[in-house]
């Protein structure tokens, strides 16, 4: 999901597993055509269980005179973030299997409508689409994405579905008792902090939320004349920027978005002292949070010039990129603080993307071929470890792969620690109504203009109405 930059196996018969076609993939090749786009840019009915399972697809050959689905063409509907990543897959996938990929990039506040727009006006010019698993509920309630449960069935020695991360299989991808997608792009928090900066002031790694603050405001208050300062919060007036710093603080506190019975939990102690710490940091954050998005937090934190950044598990890659990081073994992470009565880290699911079928293509199988092979172990342990994918462990294979523990060394047991339990945005089909009304609410508190509870039960009040309605 986010600041992301920038990847394949074909179909699933039994003459050609998806694994040997991710084996045949060269990696130095994989790793170099990632390099250079760096530097280039540095519906079957829901619910219906006697659904049959599609017909199995023979698999593509990737031999040099045979491909399978040469002369065809496939349109991806990609995060913005996302797109490097994209034209890494649209190059391997034609190189493996001749299908031409084009890979169409939309902000994140506007993937979920233009995928909607695309197939209810029958303009259907996307096959996939890369969706933030939180809109789910709504591309599924308006009939944007298809099911592919009996797919998976089919396809499940090929697929490992239980190889995928507990906490994000059902979160990405089951709505209404069916499956709608892969998951592609395993999103959580951890927070990474300067240990140069740190070690100047006598500090410790944060434990709490109180230490946070602490820390923040002592490392402003005495270096903000040298453009230094203690965090960056991310502020900006769209979900996945304020969305994910005040969830961060709500998982923190122990709080969550619902009651055990499904109401709106936005006015509970938990919720308001989240966004009472998030109004209080505003004072001893880099300049300006409310106008502060990927593009400013993350040179900010990789230049040396903040102290700590809560943010994508990835930036644990970056940071320890020369080509892209100054701080070079100067930081280090642990788990979101905690806050209040609660004692237990707690992250929370930020972002998160799968890839789905959209229903308005006529070119299913391909763009199930593509999806199977573009969430596979291989290929996606092949982008965990590049600098500046933006790409997170979607897979528990990958996780603890010894090529991701060895380019994530510090990262690696921070973020299997926090993923296991990781609080989840809201799932039904109303998701990205209430996360706008809630945004709208958030920013107001991070500009100052509204105390955090009087914005919390404003937006408490807005979710009572979306979810009535």
């Not at 591309?139 to 697929?159: E, N, P």
């Not at 004349?225 to 919060?233: D, E, H, K, Q, T």
């Not at 979607?394 to 090529?403: F, G, K, Q, Y």
């Amino acid at each position: 999901m986010r600041r992301k930059q920038n990847v394949l196996a074909a179909p699933g018969s039994s003459a050609t597993a998806p694994s040997a076609i991710a084996s045949a993939l060269n990696r130095r090749r994989f790793i170099g055509t990632a390099a250079a786009l760096g530097a280039a840019g540095a519906l079957a009915a829901c619910g219906k269980k006697d659904v049959e399972a599609p017909p199995p697809v023979a698999s593509a050959d990737v031999g040099a005179s045979g491909k399978k689905y040469a002369g065809q063409s496939l349109n991806l509907l990609f995060n913005q973030p996302h797109a490097l990543a994209g034209k890494l897959l649209a190059q391997e996938f034609e190189a493996l299997t001749g299908a031409k990929v084009t890979v169409t990039p939309v902000p994140y506040d506007q993937l979920h409508a233009q995928a909607t727009l695309d197939v209810q006006s029958g303009a259907n010019q996307f096959d996939v689409i890369d969706y933030f698993y939180h809109t789910l509920g709504a591309l599924v309630a308006d009939k944007v994405v298809v099911d592919v449960t009996d797919r998976i069935a089919r396809d499940a020695a090929q697929i490992e579905p239980g190889d995928f991360l507990p906490s994000l299989y059902d979160t990405y991808t089951l709505r209404d008792g069916r499956r709608w997608g892969l998951p592609y792009d395993g999103d959580t928090h951890v927070l990474f902090y300067n240990t140069e900066i740190f070690g100047r002031h006598g500090l410790t790694a944060p434990k709490t939320w109180d230490d946070y603050y602490n820390a923040a405001r002592l490392i402003t208050e005495k270096e903000s004349a040298n453009g230094i300062y203690g965090a960056v919060v991310q502020g900006f007036k769209i979900p996945v920027i304020v969305g994910s710093s005040y969830a961060n603080r709500l998982a923190g506190f122990g709080g969550s978005f619902f009651t055990p019975d499904g109401k709106p939990a936005l006015t509970s102690p938990q919720a308001i002292a989240a966004a009472e710490e998030l109004a209080r940091i505003v004072p001893y954050a880099l300049p300006t949070p409310a106008e502060t998005a990927f593009e400013h937090a993350l040179p900010a934190f990789l230049s040396g010039k903040a102290a700590m950044i809560d943010f994508w598990t990835d930036l644990g890659v970056t940071a320890q990129d020369p080509a892209s990081s100054k701080i070079v073994d100067k930081w280090a992470l642990v788990q979101l603080p905690v806050g209040g009565e609660n004692k237990t880290p707690r992250a929370a699911l930020n972002a998160g993307f799968g890839l789905g079928i959209t229903a308005g293509t006529k070119k299913t199988e391909l763009a199930w071929e593509f999806i199977k092979w573009a969430t596979s172990k291989d290929i996606s342990l092949q982008q965990d470890v590049l600098p500046g994918s933006g790409i997170d462990p979607n897979r528990t294979s990958v996780l603890n792969h010894p090529d991701y523990i060895k380019a994530a060394p510090k990262l690696q047991p921070e973020l299997k620690a926090a993923i296991g339990d990781a609080l989840a945005w809201p799932l039904q089909a109303q998701s990205p109504k209430l996360m706008d009304a809630l945004t709208e609410q958030l920013a107001l508190i991070v500009s100052g203009k509204k105390k955090p509870r009087e914005a919390l039960e404003a937006a408490q009040a807005s979710w009572v109405q979306l979810l009535a309605a």
